[in-house]
């Protein structure tokens, strides 16, 4: 159990500082808990000097909380230093702790092992950076009761990796591709964050050969013989009827067969979990109005996801017209391994958003530029044909216009639904 002895300070007031707040009040009553967060109507401070001028014995990291010198600064002070998920860990029991991460298709995943778990009858929870904080997970058990679970699902991002320091029983990792090159000095600091599930697992740490730039990268970091190799080609056939689109997937799906079923677990009745499994919204999420399709694949936010669902879609639909949402806010990214569009004679780009003149720039592709995601939807909506497929799959971040992916998902089904 997370020992506390004397004031807490809580560095972000999301949900998962929210969480931590309500559990660490709730085991000790007489706690005193502060929060200090860079949006200041949610923060107990002015400024981060008036933090500064305090004696802290704890500080706990919110995953989104900036990496900035104002963390060092606590810690030159003597604050000892943790995360959310450090201090819920620090109250299981038996539960069994499988973490899933990965720069693309990690929340899909661990929503899929999810539910062939539960398929199973297996007492499950899911959460994490997947939207349900770990410490509710405690929370829930302590202050109000509920059923223990004996697997407990984690989505990790590399955020909660990068300084973790609490035990799990195993870890899968999906792959490695660029991605929040806003937040880390480079791209190796940003893979290396992943890998420190290295540390932590006590079964072993499952990866994805060759996972985008994981098996390369493991072996260049001499990391390589740590980790337990799979090769989803040997398995992806048991996985063609699943209700996920797209050879990424069945190779996903494949690399969690074995990552769930080699937990003593029947592997047939694993397989047709997997294969009943459904897909989270806004990944790849395949709708009707009308007479057309549309794609919702708000949750993209890297180029490889992009190209994940472009293939994905290519091999459903592989003569239909595409017409193509790209933009957001940008991290960074490799836009440039969007080149391989220029070959596609049937698709059309939009750009939109704070990152489409960058994209289109940094492709060479050639497409319209909008400010943001409705005008470029007002545009489409004036010479739109009924055989084409539109695709929100964006490549940037929702945050230049919308609170999340989500938000940004349900405001272009909504507008489709109501205009198109």
Not at 111 to 138: D, E, M, R, T
Not at 204 to 210: F, K, L, T
Request: charged share 25%; aromatic share 12%.
């Amino acid at each position: 159990m997370f020992a506390v002895k004397g004031p807490v300070l809580i560095l972000g007031r999301a949900r998962s500082g929210e969480a931590v707040c309500e559990l660490l009040k709730f085991v000790y009553p007489d706690l005193e808990v502060s929060f200090y967060d860079d949006v200041s109507a949610k923060s107990d401070f002015k400024n981060q000097a008036e933090v500064l001028n305090r004696k802290w014995a704890h500080a706990i990291l919110s995953p989104g909380f900036p990496q900035t010198s104002f963390i060092d600064q606590l810690v030159a002070q003597g604050v000892y230093l943790a995360q959310e998920m450090d201090v819920a860990a620090s109250f299981l029991t038996d539960e069994k702790v499988y973490v899933i991460t990965g720069s693309v298709g990690k929340s899909t995943c661990a929503w899929v092992a999810y539910q062939a778990l539960a398929s199973l009858h297996k007492k499950v929870f899911i959460g994490g950076n997947f939207g349900v904080p770990f410490a509710q997970y405690v929370l829930n058990l302590k202050k109000y009761n509920r059923e223990k679970a004996e697997y407990l699902i984690i989505e990790m991002s590399s955020y909660q990796t990068e300084r973790m320091a609490f035990m799990i029983d195993r870890a899968l990792i999906l792959n490695l591709y660029p991605n929040h090159l806003d937040r880390y000095k480079d791209q190796e600091a940003y893979y290396l964050a992943k890998l420190r599930l290295l540390n932590f697992s006590r079964e072993g740490v499952w990866g994805i050969n060759p996972g985008g730039d994981l098996y390369d990268f493991a072996k260049l970091s001499g990391v390589d013989h740590k980790i337990r190799w799979i090769e989803p080609s040997r398995s992806t056939n048991l996985f063609k009827h699943s209700q996920l689109l797209g050879e990424h997937n069945r190779a996903n799906l494949a690399a969690l067969l074995e990552f769930v079923a080699s937990a003593d677990l029947d592997e047939s009745q694993v397989v047709d979990g997997l294969n009943l499994a459904e897909a989270l919204p806004h990944r790849v999420e395949l709708f009707t109005h009308k007479n057309s399709f549309f794609v919702n694949d708000s949750k993209a936010t890297t180029v490889e996801s992009v190209l994940s669902a472009y293939s994905a879609l290519r091999e459903r639909f592989p003569d239909r017209p595409l017409i193509w949402l790209l933009g957001g806010r940008d991290k960074k990214l490799p836009w440039v391994k969007l080149k391989r569009f220029w070959s596609d004679r049937s698709l059309e780009l939009v750009f939109f958003g704070e990152a489409g003149s960058l994209i289109k720039e940094q492709t060479g592709l050639q497409g319209e530029v909008e400010k943001t995601l409705k005008e470029a939807l007002q545009s489409i909506q004036k010479r739109f044909q009924e055989n084409a497929l539109l695709v929100l799959s964006p490549g940037g971040t929702s945050l230049d216009e919308f609170k999340s992916f989500e938000d940004r998902g349900d405001f272009f089904k909504s507008f489709i639904q109501q205009n198109f």
